[in-house]
């Protein structure tokens, strides 16, 4: 099977980001303390912004999103941004979708794309997933058609087919947290195969190969270890004239793990990447028909 990339490109390097957290949050002692030090030395000034800080708990309302824009700006590359859509109360809280229309915004202007990150109690429940959809498509004004759970959370074959059920056109949460690579032995995209419904989904996955913090909190790598492991997979799914779908958080985007990020793209980009959003990898894969080669190809495979 053979893979072409708009514009002469090699392969594709997916950029997708989920959005966990959007508001610092100070811990009541912190802001205590800083008031404190603050009235000692008179600072009326310091003592009123600790007050407003606690009392709005904004830090940074967009959390180094401009950060991830400007480090690919420069490639022209595009992304995806998967945010929460959760209620008050609900375990990992921390913002309201109806509450950011700014960062949207800001996505929306530099021509990123905005999908579901379903919550803990989404991955196994229809129910839930639907009612997320509906609250982000209402929240950022427009149709939501991208996906990944929190923690990425996952049951074969259950999660695609309600995923495919609510209308997503692909989602991104089939890779390991642990450890970086190639789940299903696949760098391209692909449609799952219902043995329930006898046939091929609708939807699409993108493998998810590399995600941030696998890195260094689960594989424990060395700084060194990190960069030469990603421009390992780079190389492997350049060979393949593949999709490297990688994940950075918004949090991991300031000091060493916002450098390597840009040290990734930089390197994707000498090796002649089309870095972009999943939902132009997916718009690419269908226009050209490639999910069909690959769908014949599993059919040969499974009758042999
Ligand atoms: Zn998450």
């Avoid at 994940?247 to 980009?269: F, K, P």
Wanted: net charge negative; with cysteine; hydrophobic share 40%.
């Amino acid at each position: 099977m053979s893979v072409k990339f708009p514009v002469g490109k090699k392969f594709a390097l997916c950029l997708t980001h989920d959005i966990d957290v959007l508001y610092t949050n100070q811990s009541a002692l912190q802001l205590l303390r800083t008031g404190i030090k603050n009235a000692i030395t008179f600072n009326i000034k310091g003592v009123m912004k600790s007050i407003t800080k606690a009392l709005h708990k904004t830090i940074e309302p967009d959390y180094h999103i401009h950060n991830i824009l400007n480090a690919g700006k420069k490639y022209n590359a595009k992304s995806s941004f998967y945010f929460l859509s959760l209620t008050q109360g609900e375990q990992d809280f921390n913002y309201d979708p109806k509450e950011i229309k700014e960062v949207f915004e800001l996505i929306e202007n530099n021509d990123g794309e905005i999908g579901l990150h379903g919550g803990h109690m989404a991955y196994n429940n229809p129910a839930k997933i639907e009612s997320e959809k509906t609250l982000l498509e209402y929240a950022a004004n427009k149709k939501v058609n991208g996906y990944r759970n929190h923690y990425l959370k996952f049951q074969t074959p259950a999660t695609w087919e309600f995923l495919n059920d609510a209308g997503f056109i692909y989602d991104t949460t089939f890779g390991y947290a642990d450890n970086a690579g190639f789940r299903n032995g696949m760098c391209h995209p692909f449609q799952p195969y219902s043995l329930t419904r006898n046939g091929f989904l609708d939807i699409f996955e993108l493998p998810l190969v590399i995600m941030d913090v696998t890195l260094w909190r689960y594989m424990k790598l060395s700084q060194a270890q990190q960069y030469a492991l990603c421009t390992a997979l780079i190389d492997t799914v350049a060979d393949c004239n593949g999709v490297l779908t990688l994940l950075w958080h918004n949090t991991q985007m300031c000091g060493y793990e916002g450098e390597l990020y840009g040290r990734i793209l930089e390197y994707a980009n000498a090796k002649n990447a089309w870095m972009t959003s999943a939902i132009e990898i997916v718009e690419h894969w269908k226009a050209n028909k490639y999910h069909e080669a690959v769908n014949e190809i599993v059919l040969q495979l499974n009758s042999e």
